[in-house]
């Protein structure tokens, strides 16, 4: 299996989104306002798109979100390759902030990526979230 991580259109990351985070809800609520002015990046396992996330860059800040990847493919380690390449790719845009508003049982994933809690917290549709957030100025 060869693993490629590439830029891809919007279009492909809401598939992915939809399928993976929000099956239920109707396929336009997976769409985001700004991702227009995202920058989308997807890992591909040979020609399949397994896993995608989604970066917003204002000045020197950037915010992940929507990060998925398929359920069959879970746990096999693209997930934490996509979120490291994506740290390296946000530095090389002079990003000096990069943060996420992770599920609250992801806590720990984010942290193996170097992330580290902040004490805002909100509830949105039912599921908790916790501001995550790296210094990516060092
Ligand atoms: C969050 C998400 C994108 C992670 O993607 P993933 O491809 O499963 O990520 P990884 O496989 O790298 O890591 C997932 C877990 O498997 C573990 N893992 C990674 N490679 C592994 C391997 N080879 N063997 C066993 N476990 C492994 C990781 O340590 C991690 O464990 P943890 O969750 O207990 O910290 C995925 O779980 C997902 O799409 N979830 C649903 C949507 C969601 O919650 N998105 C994030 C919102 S904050």
Redesign the pocket.
Known sequence: METTIRRIDMQDAWTIRHH??WPDQPFDFIKLEDDPSGIHFGLFSDKDLV?VISLFISNEEAQFRK???VEH?????????LLSYLLKEAKSYEVKRIW????EN?I??YK?AGLQETKDRFVKAGKAYIIMEKNLDT
Not at 73 to 81: A, D, F, M, N, T
Not at 100 to 103: E, I, L, T, V
């Open positions: 993976v985070m896993s990060f998925a990847t493919e879970q746990g096999k380690g693209y997930g934490s390759v996420c508003n992770a599920r992801k720990n994933f193996k």
